[in-house]
Structures are given as C-alpha cells and as structure tokens.
T-cell receptor, first 112, second 113 residues
Framework: DQQVKQNSPSLSVQEGRISILNCDYT??????FLWYKKYPAEGPTFLIS?????DKNEDGRFTVFLNKSAKHLSLHIVPSQPGDSAVYFC???????????FGPGTRLSVLP | EAQVTQNPRYLITVTGKKLTVTCSQN?????MSWYRQDPGLGLRQIYY???????DKGDVPEGYKVSRKEKRNFPLILESPSPNQTSLYFC????????????FGPGTRLTVT
C-alpha cells in the first residue's frame, strides 16, 4: 500500500495561471516533506520542502502547504510557466531523515 | 561543478549475468542512496548509506547489493539480474540527514532480457 499518494497522474494549466499539485500520505510518523521536479532524461531536482512544524513554506513562485490533520500537502505554482512542464514528485521521510518514500508523480503541462 | 554521476547510462543485459552500476558524488556528502523508478510507482528506495561502511535496506532491497568503501562512491550490484529488475535507476546523495534535499544522478536505464 502506497504511503504517499498523488492521485492526479496529470494536470494541464494555462500559462500565467495557478498550478496546484496535491499529495496525500498515510504514515503519521512522516516529519519532513519535499517536492522534486523531473524533466525527461534527467534526474529529479529538489524544488521545495516543509517540516511538519510548519504549515506553509514559500520560495519565489513555489509555495507548499501542509495540513497535518488531513495528512495532505499541496504545491502551488504561481504564475505557471511553460518551463514548469515536468513530472512532480512528492516525497516524505520520518524524523531520522534516512528513508524516503516518494509518490508516483504528477505530470504537469503548462500550455502557452 | 557539484554533481552525481552514474555509469553506464544505458545497459541491456541477460538474465543471470552479474552487473554493477557505479555512482560517484563530488560534494563530500555523507548520505547516498539508490532508487528505482517504475511507471505508476514513482521512485522506490533500494538501499541507502549514512556513511562509509554503513548501509541499510530501503523499501525494495531484494535482488540488490551495495557497498560503501569510499565516501564518494556507492555502487549498485545485481548479482543475478532478472527481467523484473528492468527499470530506471537513480543514485542520490545529500548531507547528513535530517532535513536536507537529495541531489540525483542522471539515471541508468537497465533492461534485463
């Protein structure tokens, strides 16, 4: 059973609009959450993270929101740009930060 | 340039023929890890290493071996590959956990026939 779920395999958004990518988890011991972006034929690259003691973290156009009671986090991209088109993975780790669990990914397409 | 390198990038082999995928990082990171990516399953952790001579199993370690004799290198060994190990493999490194992001290599696409 997947501990980290991304229920939308794909998402299409118009350039300039907001992209919202969602992630749900089942393990209440997860303490640290990350988002990675992956382009074809490349390895994933880190985007943004959030600790369980926070409910929001912002970095430029990217904001991650964490709702611990709902075991849900989301990544907001505002405004979306064509270069944001990629697969986005949500990941989580427990407090020791050693073992990481990734979701299946959401493919974002930003249309010009 | 800070990077994680993997070799080979592509490999086609036959069932049972031992192979090694190398991974090296130049960032002096203590932590290194191997993942496999399969459609619909995302990245699944195979093994990780907290430092030299310290390795531990991830979520899908069966059929794989690793070693960490030097800080910069973390090879993945398939003693007897099988077709269900056909996958895209990524090596990653980061500073000592917790709370840091991983840097990933470019991936190795392995096909076992």
């Amino acid at each position: 059973d997947q501990q980290v779920k991304q229920n939308s395999p794909s998402l299409s958004v118009q350039e300039g609009r907001i992209s919202i990518l969602n992630c749900d988890y089942t393990n209440s011991m997860f303490d640290y959450f990350l988002w990675y972006k992956k382009y074809p034929a490349e390895g994933p690259t880190f985007l943004i993270s959030i600790s369980s003691i926070k409910d929001k973290n912002e970095d430029g156009r990217f904001t991650v929101f964490l709702n611990k009671s709902a075991k849900h986090l989301s990544l907001h991209i505002v405004p979306s740009q064509p270069g944001d088109s990629a697969v986005y993975f949500c990941a989580a780790s427990e407090i020791n930060g050693q073992n990481f669990v990734f979701g299946p990914g959401t493919r974002l397409s930003v249309l010009p | 340039e800070a990077q994680v390198t993997q070799n080979p990038r592509y490999l086609i082999t036959v069932t049972g023929k031992k192979l090694t995928v190398t991974c090296s990082q130049n960032m002096n990171h203590e932590y290194m890890s191997w993942y496999r990516q399969d459609p619909g399953l995302g990245l699944r952790q195979i093994y990780y290493s907290m430092n030299v001579e310290v390795t531990d199993k991830g979520d899908v370690p069966e059929g794989y071996k690793v070693s960490r004799k030097e800080k910069r290198n973390f090879p993945l060994i398939l003693e007897s590959p099988s077709p269900n190990q056909t996958s895209l493999y990524f090596c990653a490194s980061m500073r000592s956990p917790p709370g840091y992001e991983q840097y990933f290599g470019p991936g190795t696409r392995l096909t076992v026939t």
